[in-house]
């Protein structure tokens, strides 16, 4: 069974960058799937931010493009995301993701990054 | 890329049966779309994917209560003899051009 564990910092100032780290189990990432990052801000919705195929290729949300970066770690079994110049708006809870093809087959716990000073 | 709508709440009697819509844009009425629930506090759950065909494959330990049908641009996932563990957010997501799409939420209260 595939499972996915975020950790990260639950504080950032803002300006700061938030950076986040997704380890998968059960599952060796080099293999195949597609890996993404989502957000959900106290109250409201899921935001899709960004995702990576194991191979590399890299698909950002448009409107967070300029200031997120995802990576792989293979040889952690590991997904990374960093986001920049954060400011109170990027509070959320963070959840990592993977999926073999059109849709979400796996969700993690999820993490809440609070930006404040 | 599709844009999914959802009602933002819907309500029924515990027992009963509810019927939750997912409605594709315009153009995209053969896409696949995924389920997830997401009871208060918790991360969301896969539920299952759903064909424009209406064909669906659920989750490992979905109840067999859950179940997808489909109908042009609309995706449906129905809940049957609902129970108060079934009191959650629900959202319908799918695909396209690399990039991942999820509707609003339908907020649904067992009464």
């Known amino acids: 069974q595939v499972q996915l564990q975020e950790s990260g910092p639950g504080l950032v100032k803002p300006s700061e960058t938030l950076s986040l780290t997704c380890t998968v189990s059960?599952?060796?990432?080099?293999?195949?799937?597609?890996w993404g990052w989502i957000r959900q801000p106290p109250g409201k919705g899921l935001e899709w931010i960004g995702s990576?195929?194991?191979?590399?290729?890299?698909y950002y949300n448009p409107s967070l493009k300029s200031r997120v970066t995802i990576s792989v770690d293979t040889s952690k079994n590991q997904i990374s995301l960093k986001l920049s110049s954060v400011t109170a708006a990027d509070t959320a809870v963070y959840y990592c993701?993977?999926?073999?093809?059109?849709?979400?087959?796996?969700w993690g716990q999820g993490t809440l990054v609070t930006v404040s000073s | 890329q599709p844009v999914l709508t959802q009602s933002s709440s819907a309500s029924a009697s515990l027992g009963s049966s509810v019927k939750l819509t997912c409605t594709l844009s315009?153009?995209?009425?053969?896409?696949?779309i995924a389920w997830h629930q997401q009871q208060p506090g918790k991360a969301p759950r896969y539920l299952m994917k759903?064909?424009?065909?209406?064909?669906?494959n659920k989750g490992s330990g979905v109840p067999d209560r859950f179940s997808g049908s489909s109908s042009g641009a609309d995706r449906y996932l129905t809940i049957s003899n609902l129970q108060s563990e079934d009191e959650a957010d629900y959202y319908c997501e799918t695909w396209d051009s690399n990039t991942w799409v999820f509707g609003g939420g339908t907020k649904l209260t067992v009464l």
């Open positions: 990576i195929y194991h191979s590399g290729s890299t």
């Open positions: 759903l064909e424009g065909s209406g064909s669906y």
């Open positions: 993701a993977g999926k073999q093809s059109v849709t979400v087959d796996y």
């Open positions: 059960g599952y060796s990432i080099s293999s195949g799937y597609y």
């Open positions: 315009s153009g995209r009425s053969t896409y696949i």
